[in-house]
């Protein structure tokens, strides 16, 4: 069974700077899809970035770029020039092809300072 | 609609009565799924539908959870004789339901229903 697992439940950093989350997960597929989630207090769980295992290369979205480790399996999410708006809990997750669930971690909740 | 509609967005119950959760997802949208997300945890998978079927029901801790899309659009889930320990924050998600995960599989949330069973 796959694991997905975030060991910072909480992280505070102040507004501009730089800041990971960490997540590792655990599988025996060779391919698969990485997510990182966004859930602000509103509850709505909102789609940050995603990775193709298969795809060597990091994925990138603006000011949210991952660092994926396949052999590591690690999946970190790095926050440039954080908002007061990234405050959020983080929720890395993982998903297999044909298989559609999708296994979340326990989240990280980040506090970006004023 | 523009995104996925969960309603009602709260619902306080007493213990033994029973409770519908209703999701409309984004229109188009084949798949739909339902999440649980207790206190302090992320979301758990329960059930899965495509179409009018539940694909992967798997999630479903026990009898007392059922869940229905008859006309494969809206869904509805529905719990018996709620108990305590099912308090949480009930999610749905839809997507294209294009099965392998490519970018149609994107799963798009609503903000959920918090049930509490007092």
């Known amino acids: 069974a796959q694991t997905v697992t975030q060991s910072q439940p909480e992280m505070s950093v102040q507004e501009a700077e730089t800041v990971t989350l960490s997540c590792t997960y655990d599988t025996s597929e060779s391919n698969y899809y990485l997510f990182w989630y966004k859930q602000p207090p509103s509850r709505q769980m909102i789609l940050v970035i995603r990775?193709?295992?298969?795809?060597?290369q990091n994925a990138t979205e603006n000011r949210f770029s991952v660092n994926f480790q396949k052999a590591a399996k690690s999946f970190s999410l790095k926050i440039s020039d954080s908002q007061l708006g990234d405050t959020a809990m983080y929720f890395c997750?993982?998903?297999?092809?044909?298989?559609?669930?999708?296994?979340f971690g326990k989240g990280t909740r980040l506090h970006i300072l004023p | 609609g523009a995104g996925v509609s969960q309603t009602p967005s709260n619902k306080v119950t007493e213990k033994g009565k029973y409770v519908e959760l209703r999701c409309d997802p984004i229109s188009g949208h084949t798949a739909l799924y339902w999440y649980r997300q207790s206190l302090g945890q992320g979301p758990e998978f329960l059930i899965y539908f495509q179409g009018t079927g539940a694909a992967d029901d798997s999630g479903l801790p026990n009898d007392r959870f059922f869940a229905v899309r008859p006309e494969g659009s809206v869904s509805t889930l529905k719990i018996q004789r709620t108990e305590r320990g099912d308090s949480a924050v009930y999610l749905c998600?839809?997507?294209?339901?294009?099965?392998?995960?490519?970018?149609?599989?994107?799963?798009?949330f609503g903000a959920g229903t918090r049930l509490s069973v007092l």
């Open positions: 997750a993982f998903m297999k092809p044909g298989d559609d669930k999708i296994i």
């Open positions: 998600a839809s997507s294209e339901g294009t099965s392998g995960g490519g970018a149609k599989n994107i799963q798009y």
């Open positions: 990775q193709e295992a298969y795809k060597q």
